[in-house]
């Protein structure tokens, strides 16, 4: 009995849900079948744990029937039922967590039995004093829309009860609800793109977004719609701009229009929302290749420290993201923040998971350290961590090549060097972009150590003119070791 499912479910409730569990057990509105209730009364005083040898399956038959002889088929049924009430029991306490479920049942109800005065105070009460204060969430406009479709129907067998524009309605929220989910799964695409060098087989996505949102008449027609007090249509508009960066990666002016827009309006978003639109927002800026004029590192950096202040660096349940922490932890050593890095040591790193912890620290005191100029001590830290992760270390990778060129170390580089662009040809899910990025790098600090030695000024102003327009990592610490050549 130890390795049914059944048990396997009681292991995760808590002291809380084991009680709710007896009592919907008990109830004979779920449950009419005793045996079931002898059969939990039993196995409870095990908890936690529930692996005593007394859950043997014989052994339970003794407590259930003493007396009577082993009849595993009728055993075997019993805990057939127990395990579906179980599982039954989880689909209600869902359910009673999800308030707006539970008010669509309601409603679709209430038209089913014809109770249309009933009905109508609900639905205006709840559209009222839900959908018109609330701010929009990942499935607001679905929600919204399954209601108004309860609405629609009931109107239709009761001319009487006819509300105006309705179906107008019913249509912006379907075009709300397809922007919103259709720019948050592009924003997926390009990761899978990027990060794991996939493509897909076909163009057809691809060309049905440039033709619906590169429209520049509809775009138009939004922002017009966006500058009145419609709170719908400043959500439509950051959507919108999101895709519309996404599409246009050569133009620097949508990645500002997207920001500003986000920046202006992200108040008529819930906290789980904005954690999606921020995210996106960074994954928008690496998107961008107009590269004039703009600092990547400083721009991301001000996105995560957007993050700390509006209090949703961390994850619903008060987590924090493995990927995100290191990204702002790098983000910030390179641009010197040593104030955001030990606030991210302190805030933060007690809410990374505890096996990821002692890792997350070295990594945290390598780029700590590195921001000081105490390149030894970054160094040591680096070397220190034992995690298999390519993005971390990528970073690490990249970190110490930097080292090897702040301590003048070309003997160090040249090693660096050779590793770097192995591990960059040999990993199939970097991207042809991302690597010949990685590989300029490489190529411009080995002309910065060559430079240091001819101390040649003219090339140095020549390298700079290359750099600013050329698309590679870590491009502004590059820029300012030029700038530190040139003194």
Not at 137 to 161: M, T
Not at 279 to 286: I, N, V
Not at 401 to 420: A, C, G, R, T
Not at 469 to 487: F, G, H, P, R, S
Request: glycine share 2%; with cysteine; proline share 2%.
């Amino acid at each position: 009995m130890i390795k049914t499912s059944f048990i396997e479910i009681l292991r995760v409730l808590d002291k809380e849900e084991l009680k709710r569990l007896e009592a919907f057990l008990s109830s004979p509105y779920f449950n009419t079948r005793n045996n079931v209730i002898k059969l939990f009364g039993i196995i409870k005083k095990y908890a936690p744990e529930f692996n005593h040898k007394i859950l043997d399956k014989e052994e339970i038959w003794k407590k259930l029937f003493p007396g009577k002889e082993y009849n595993y088929g009728i055993l075997k049924n019993i805990i057939h039922d127990i395990t579906k009430l179980t599982e039954r029991f989880l689909e209600v306490e869902c359910l009673n967590s999800n308030h707006i479920q539970r008010m669509i049942n309601l409603l679709n109800k209430l038209g089913e039995k014809q109770l249309e005065s009933i009905f109508n105070s609900k639905y205006n009460a709840y559209e009222k004093n839900f959908f018109k204060s609330s701010k929009y969430y990942y499935s607001f406009y679905k929600d919204y829309l399954d209601i108004k479709r309860l609405r629609f129907v009931i109107e239709a067998y009761n001319p009487r009860l006819h509300t105006k524009l309705i179906s107008h309605d019913f249509a912006e929220l379907l075009i709300f609800d397809f922007v919103s989910k259709f720019s948050n799964n592009y924003n997926n695409m390009y990761i899978e793109r990027t990060e794991y060098n996939e493509t897909p087989e076909n163009e057809l996505t691809e060309l049905f977004s440039q033709s619906i949102f590169n429209n520049s008449e509809l775009e138009k027609y939004i922002e017009n719609l966006s500058e009145g007090p419609g709170k719908k249509y400043k959500t439509l508009i950051i959507f919108f701009r999101l895709m519309k960066c996404y599409l246009n990666p050569q133009s620097k002016e949508m990645y500002f229009k997207f920001k500003n827009s986000l920046f202006e309006n992200d108040k008529y978003i819930s906290e789980s929302g904005m954690r999606g639109l921020y995210a996106s927002l960074g994954s928008a800026l690496d998107n961008c290749k107009d590269v004039s004029d703009i600092n990547k590192n400083r721009e991301l950096f001000e996105i995560i420290s957007h993050l700390t202040e509006k209090n949703i660096f961390t994850s619903e349940d008060g987590k924090v993201i493995p990927s995100l922490y290191i990204l702002a932890v790098k983000t910030s050593g390179y641009l010197n923040e040593t104030d955001f890095i030990e606030k991210l040591i302190k805030d933060f790193l007690p809410k990374i998971d505890t096996v990821l912890r002692e890792n997350f620290k070295q990594f945290s005191l390598a780029y700590l350290y590195y921001s000081k100029d105490e390149f030894d001590k970054s160094l040591e830290c680096s070397n220190k961590i034992t995690i298999d992760s390519f993005q971390m270390k990528y970073f690490l990778r990249n970190l110490q090549i930097m080292i090897s060129f702040e301590k003048n170390d070309y003997v160090m580089f040249q090693y660096l060097n050779d590793s770097h662009k192995h591990f960059l040809s040999k990993n199939k899910s970097v991207s042809e972009s991302y690597r010949e990025s990685n590989m300029k790098f490489l190529n411009y600090i080995n002309t910065l150590f060559k430079l240091r030695e001819s101390n040649d000024k003219s090339e140095l102003g020549f390298i700079k003119i290359s750099l600013l327009a050329d698309v590679v990592v870590n491009k502004y610490w590059l820029i300012d070791k030029l700038k530190e050549l040139a003194l």
